[in-house]
Protein backbone atom coordinates (compact mmCIF):
# COMPACT_ATOMS: atom_id res chain seq x y z
CA UNK A 1 0.00 0.00 0.00
CA UNK A 2 1.16 3.60 -0.98
CA UNK A 3 -0.21 6.65 -0.18
CA UNK A 4 0.33 10.19 -0.90
CA UNK A 5 -0.71 13.40 1.13
CA UNK A 6 0.52 16.69 2.96
CA UNK A 7 2.14 17.12 6.52
CA UNK A 8 1.90 19.92 8.95
CA UNK A 9 4.91 22.25 8.13
CA UNK A 10 8.05 21.53 10.84
CA UNK A 11 9.54 24.34 13.10
CA UNK A 12 12.79 26.08 12.14
CA UNK A 13 14.58 29.45 12.29
CA UNK A 14 13.28 30.34 9.02
CA UNK A 15 12.33 34.28 8.54
CA UNK A 16 8.46 34.79 8.19
CA UNK A 17 9.10 37.02 4.82
CA UNK A 18 10.31 33.42 3.10
CA UNK A 19 7.44 31.25 4.78
CA UNK A 20 4.44 29.82 2.86
CA UNK A 21 1.34 31.32 4.27
CA UNK A 22 0.22 28.69 7.83
CA UNK A 23 -2.78 26.52 6.33
CA UNK A 24 -2.80 28.34 2.66
CA UNK A 25 -2.78 26.04 -0.15
CA UNK A 26 0.89 26.90 -1.27
CA UNK A 27 2.08 25.77 2.08
CA UNK A 28 0.32 22.13 1.65
CA UNK A 29 1.19 22.14 -1.70
CA UNK A 30 5.04 22.47 -0.53
CA UNK A 31 4.72 19.51 1.75
CA UNK A 32 4.91 16.31 0.00
CA UNK A 33 4.29 12.70 1.07
CA UNK A 34 3.74 9.03 0.42
CA UNK A 35 3.37 6.26 2.91
CA UNK A 36 4.10 2.42 1.93
CA UNK A 37 4.05 -0.37 4.19
CA UNK A 38 6.87 -2.41 4.01
CA UNK A 39 6.98 -6.26 4.85
CA UNK A 40 10.28 -5.78 7.31
CA UNK A 41 11.16 -4.64 10.95
CA UNK A 42 11.60 -1.14 11.14
CA UNK A 43 15.40 -1.81 13.11
CA UNK A 44 15.86 -3.38 9.55
CA UNK A 45 14.57 0.04 7.24
CA UNK A 46 16.09 2.48 9.68
CA UNK A 47 19.53 1.31 9.29
CA UNK A 48 19.08 1.75 5.74
CA UNK A 49 18.13 5.30 6.16
CA UNK A 50 20.14 6.27 8.76
CA UNK A 51 23.52 5.13 7.19
CA UNK A 52 24.23 7.98 4.84
CA UNK A 53 26.46 5.46 2.50
CA UNK A 54 22.84 3.13 1.73
CA UNK A 55 20.89 6.09 0.74
CA UNK A 56 21.97 5.94 -2.60
CA UNK A 57 20.96 2.74 -3.37
CA UNK A 58 17.05 3.77 -2.67
CA UNK A 59 16.85 7.43 -3.97
CA UNK A 60 13.96 7.43 -5.95
CA UNK A 61 14.80 11.30 -6.74
CA UNK A 62 18.29 9.64 -8.71
CA UNK A 63 19.76 12.73 -6.70
CA UNK A 64 21.91 10.97 -4.31
CA UNK A 65 25.94 9.88 -5.80
CA UNK A 66 27.12 8.26 -2.57
CA UNK A 67 28.38 9.12 1.27
CA UNK A 68 31.78 8.09 3.08
CA UNK A 69 30.98 5.22 5.53
CA UNK A 70 30.92 5.60 8.78
CA UNK A 71 28.38 8.52 8.76
CA UNK A 72 25.75 6.35 10.84
CA UNK A 73 23.45 9.01 12.36
CA UNK A 74 22.66 8.39 16.30
CA UNK A 75 21.55 11.75 17.31
CA UNK A 76 20.14 15.17 16.82
CA UNK A 77 22.79 17.66 16.47
CA UNK A 78 25.17 15.33 14.15
CA UNK A 79 25.83 16.26 10.06
CA UNK A 80 26.62 13.60 7.49
CA UNK A 81 28.27 14.70 4.15
CA UNK A 82 26.99 13.63 0.69
CA UNK A 83 27.63 13.75 -2.96
CA UNK A 84 24.84 14.89 -5.38
CA UNK A 85 24.20 13.46 -8.94
CA UNK A 86 24.38 17.10 -9.86
CA UNK A 87 27.61 18.36 -10.91
CA UNK A 88 29.22 16.47 -7.99
CA UNK A 89 27.89 18.74 -5.31
CA UNK A 90 28.23 18.35 -2.04
CA UNK A 91 26.04 18.64 0.51
CA UNK A 92 25.78 18.90 4.70
CA UNK A 93 22.74 17.16 6.15
CA UNK A 94 22.01 18.55 9.52
CA UNK A 95 19.99 16.05 11.52
CA UNK A 96 16.94 17.93 13.11
CA UNK A 97 14.97 14.78 14.41
CA UNK A 98 15.86 11.96 15.57
CA UNK A 99 14.39 8.81 17.33
CA UNK A 100 16.29 5.34 17.24
CA UNK A 101 14.06 3.20 14.98
CA UNK A 102 11.46 5.38 14.59
CA UNK A 103 12.06 8.91 13.40
CA UNK A 104 14.63 11.02 11.76
CA UNK A 105 14.66 13.92 9.82
CA UNK A 106 17.62 16.05 8.57
CA UNK A 107 17.81 19.69 6.52
CA UNK A 108 20.56 19.92 3.63
CA UNK A 109 23.10 23.04 3.32
CA UNK A 110 25.81 23.66 0.91
CA UNK A 111 28.69 23.08 3.08
CA UNK A 112 29.76 25.86 5.68
CA UNK A 113 26.17 27.71 4.47
CA UNK A 114 23.42 28.34 6.16
CA UNK A 115 20.31 25.83 5.95
CA UNK A 116 17.84 27.40 3.05
CA UNK A 117 15.09 25.67 5.22
CA UNK A 118 13.78 22.54 3.37
CA UNK A 119 13.41 19.30 5.07
CA UNK A 120 13.94 15.51 4.59
CA UNK A 121 11.75 13.23 6.90
CA UNK A 122 11.23 9.07 7.39
CA UNK A 123 8.84 7.93 9.81
CA UNK A 124 8.25 4.79 11.24
CA UNK A 125 5.96 2.80 13.28
CA UNK A 126 5.28 -0.89 13.38
CA UNK A 127 2.17 -2.01 11.62
CA UNK A 128 0.62 -5.36 10.86
CA UNK A 129 3.57 -7.85 9.03
CA UNK A 130 5.69 -4.86 8.62
CA UNK A 131 6.09 -1.39 8.92
CA UNK A 132 4.54 1.62 7.98
CA UNK A 133 7.01 3.80 6.46
CA UNK A 134 6.25 7.80 6.15
CA UNK A 135 8.76 9.70 3.57
CA UNK A 136 8.42 13.54 3.65
CA UNK A 137 9.49 16.35 1.67
CA UNK A 138 8.73 19.89 3.20
CA UNK A 139 9.67 23.02 1.62
CA UNK A 140 7.38 25.38 3.34
CA UNK A 141 10.24 27.43 4.76
CA UNK A 142 12.57 27.24 1.92
CA UNK A 143 14.25 30.80 2.14
CA UNK A 144 16.15 30.48 -1.37
CA UNK A 145 14.59 31.04 -4.22
CA UNK A 146 16.75 29.89 -6.70
CA UNK A 147 16.10 26.41 -5.20
CA UNK A 148 12.09 26.48 -5.38
CA UNK A 149 12.42 25.07 -8.99
CA UNK A 150 13.77 21.50 -8.05
CA UNK A 151 12.17 21.64 -5.15
CA UNK A 152 8.92 21.96 -7.27
CA UNK A 153 9.79 19.47 -8.83
CA UNK A 154 10.42 16.90 -5.88
CA UNK A 155 6.83 15.18 -6.15
CA UNK A 156 5.03 12.26 -4.34
CA UNK A 157 5.96 9.68 -7.33
CA UNK A 158 9.42 10.56 -6.23
CA UNK A 159 9.23 9.53 -2.77
CA UNK A 160 6.80 6.38 -3.89
CA UNK A 161 9.91 5.82 -5.86
CA UNK A 162 12.43 5.71 -2.77
CA UNK A 163 9.74 4.00 -0.86
CA UNK A 164 9.86 1.17 -3.29
CA UNK A 165 13.71 0.88 -3.60
CA UNK A 166 13.41 0.91 0.03
CA UNK A 167 11.09 -1.81 0.64
CA UNK A 168 13.15 -3.96 -2.15
CA UNK A 169 16.05 -3.59 -0.42
CA UNK A 170 14.84 -3.86 3.06
CA UNK A 171 12.20 -6.89 2.61
CA UNK A 172 15.09 -8.86 1.08
CA UNK A 173 17.78 -8.08 3.72
CA UNK A 174 15.08 -8.97 6.19
CA UNK A 175 14.34 -12.57 4.39
CA UNK A 176 18.31 -13.38 4.30
CA UNK A 177 18.33 -12.78 8.28
CA UNK A 178 16.59 -15.70 9.35
CA UNK A 179 14.57 -16.45 12.63
Known sequence: MTTSSSSPASADSTPDSARATPGSADEAARVVAATRDI??????????IADPAQQPRWDGNDNLD?????????????????RLTREGMIRENHVVEFEEGRRIAWQPSEPGAARPGHLWRWELEPHRDGTRVTHTYDWSRLNDP???????ATTAEHLEASLERLAELAEAADSTAGP
Not at 146 to 152: G, I, N, T, Y
Open 66 to 82: WADSGQRVREVGEVFVM
Open 146 to 152: AREVRAR
Open 39 to 48: VAPPHVIFAL
